[in-house]
């Protein structure tokens, strides 16, 4: 088992490493205004919620100025707020409610492309000479006139959109309004870094880096080659491997650049948007743990086969792999894949967050998913999402609904006689925050005590982790230990009852069923159906 010393534990840890980050997506949060969709007025009246949860950071997608062809992403002014979201002041209020309130403010960062509306690519589109010009990947077209490469938009179709004016294609790795800004122009990267610091010095905790590892391009323009595991359902942009669009050399000078500046700031937290296969990703906490404090880790929410011996497998290589000294993080959702209770089912998904909570490192919370809230179905008229209005349908809009507050109209999210922007689930009036904090076996309930014992108990924050060996395959079981505080967490991945053969004594202190506790023998823990708990087994012996 590794030392405390080889986990980089000798020293006090960050908030960043013992909190854990709830992901709000402004436009679903709260509506305080009566327009439909929420804002940043809304967040700061829920500030106390967030606090009694136990949740330590939030972090906002984007609030910038916007035409909203993707929903914030793509950005007109890195330095302002929307008027849907409010106004600067509003977002200085909303800081300084929240670290009144001992909780950091998380913003996102979004680098990799612009809007089409913003300023510099006005510039940049206006001639080849214009000094803005090699600000955006422009690119002269083949000689039959069609687009440079074979690369393909994320959002599906050619990545290159002709552009009359200049003759020339501009790259967009996504919609066609986002074209890609060129990391490689000294000039970008200084703008991009003085975006970093405006926000510091209005004292934002942190950032999460959109899409970081897509920032450079190959200087070639080499063909990608194609996905030969690619199959009939999977979407389009999934045909191609992306080995000249992402992660390419020089990458990760960039990443210690936007380090260094947030170092100056004293306790502040980088984290980034990569989906690699683990080698790769483990690169970004840089070669001296000077690049990304947490390269999101997405394990969890990439899983297709949801069983005990697959997670166990990917903790204990993910552990495994890190860098000396570097932190884990683990996430379960997000704003861009299915939630986790629309994957396995609310009973699963308890046991699910039982294990985002008690692995080592920092744990990513999504809205919603304390409440078990599931994908809303969403008729294609009311569709937003660009990519959902693609033929092939993957849209994100089913996990962007409102926030359930309570059993009232519309969910308490907008006032009633309001139109929500999307559709409020179903069953709402039963999966709601009100419901939900009066019934003390709700899955809430279960969020607000994994959070209050994570919180006050440092074998489940910076203690150490290690896999059991036992003879059960359908049940992952590991240790958290500080000291000589231990606790054994033993998880039931199945549909049937379970036995798991351990040794010694213990006692319960959580099961996901919210309904015992007490001392055991650990020759024989019985497990119930998706059933999760949280043993104590006391101190070592001399």
């Known amino acids: ?38 804002d940043l007025s809304g967040i700061t009246s829920k500030l106390d919620y967030l606090r009694w949860l136990g949740v330590d950071a939030i972090w906002l997608s984007p609030i910038y100025p916007s035409p909203m062809a ?30 009144q309130r001992e909780l950091k403010v998380i913003l996102d960062f979004v680098p990799n492309h612009t809007s089409d509306e ?23 077209p083949a000689p039959d006139g069609s687009p440079p490469n074979n690369w393909t938009s994320q959002f599906g179709g050619s990545a290159w959109q002709f552009d009359v004016h200049t003759g020339q294609y501009y790259l967009h790795l996504f919609d066609v309004k986002q074209p890609d800004l060129n990391w490689r122009n000294s000039r970008v990267r200084q703008a991009m870094y003085d975006v970093l610091r405006f926000w510091l010095d209005r004292g934002v ?33 999934a045909r191609q491997l992306s080995r000249y669009t992402e992660d390419q050399p020089g990458i990760h ?24 296969p683990l080698p790769q990703l483990v690169r970004y906490y840089g070669d001296t743990l000077n690049g990304a404090h947490l390269p999101f880790n997405f394990q969890l929410v990439l899983l297709t086969t949801w069983n005990a011996q697959i997670i166990r497998r990917l903790v204990d290589t993910y552990e495994a792999i890190l860098p000396v000294g570097a932190w884990p993080n683990w996430v379960l959702g997000n704003h861009d894949k299915p939630r986790i209770a629309g994957r396995l089912g609310r009973a699963a998904a308890r046991v ?22 599931q994908d809303v179905p969403i008729p294609p008229h009311l569709a ?58 709700s899955f809430l309930m279960l969020t607000h005590t994994l959070l209050e014992l994570r919180r006050s108990q440092p074998a489940l924050t910076i203690g150490l982790y290690q896999s059991i060996e036992q003879e059960n395959p359908t049940c992952f079981v590991y240790l958290r230990q500080h000291h000589d505080q231990r606790y054994l967490v033993v998880l039931n991945f199945s549909a049937q009852e379970q036995l798991v053969k351990l040794q010694g004594q213990g006692h319960i202190i959580l099961s996901t069923h919210m309904d015992r506790e007490g001392s055991l023998d650990l020759s024989e823990v019985h497990l119930r159906v998706n059933e999760g ?6 101190v070592l012996s001399p």
Request: with cysteine.
């Open 1 to 38: 088992m590794l030392s405390e010393e080889n986990i980089g534990m000798t020293q006090t840890p960050s908030w960043w490493q013992t909190g854990v980050i709830y992901q709000i997506y402004p436009r679903s949060f709260l509506d305080s205004n009566g327009d439909g969709m929420g």
């Open 70 to 99: 993707d929903f914030g992403y793509d950005i007109t002014n890195y330095t302002g707020v929307h008027p849907l979201f409010g106004t600067l002041q509003d977002l200085d209020t909303l800081l300084h409610q929240a670290h």
């Open 118 to 140: 913003h300023p510099w690519f006005q510039q940049s589109r206006s001639s080849r000479t214009n000094e803005q010009h090699d600000w955006y990947i422009w690119h002269d």
């Open 205 to 237: 905790d942190g950032f999460r880096v959109d899409v970081l590892s897509l920032l450079l391009k190959d200087e070639q323009f080499r063909d990608n080659p194609m996905n030969p595991d690619w199959k009939p359902g999977d979407p389009p942009s």
């Open 253 to 276: 000078e960039i990443v210690q650049e936007m380090r260094a500046i947030l170092d100056r700031y004293g306790e502040r937290v980088l984290i980034g948007e990569i989906y690699l």
């Open 352 to 373: 699910a967050s039982m294990l985002l909570l008690t692995l080592r490192g920092t744990p990513t919370w999504y809205y919603g998913d304390e409440i078990g809230m």
């Open 384 to 441: 937003h999402d660009p990519q959902g209005k693609q033929p092939y349908g993957y849209g994100r809009d089913p996990v962007r609904t409102p926030m359930q507050w309570d059993g009232g109209p519309n969910a308490g999210f907008c006032a009633p006689g309001v139109t929500p922007w999307l559709p409020v689930a179903d069953d709402y009036q039963t999966y709601n925050v009100a419901a939900e904090q009066n019934d003390p076996r």
């Open 533 to 538: 708990v949280l043993i104590e087994v006391g």
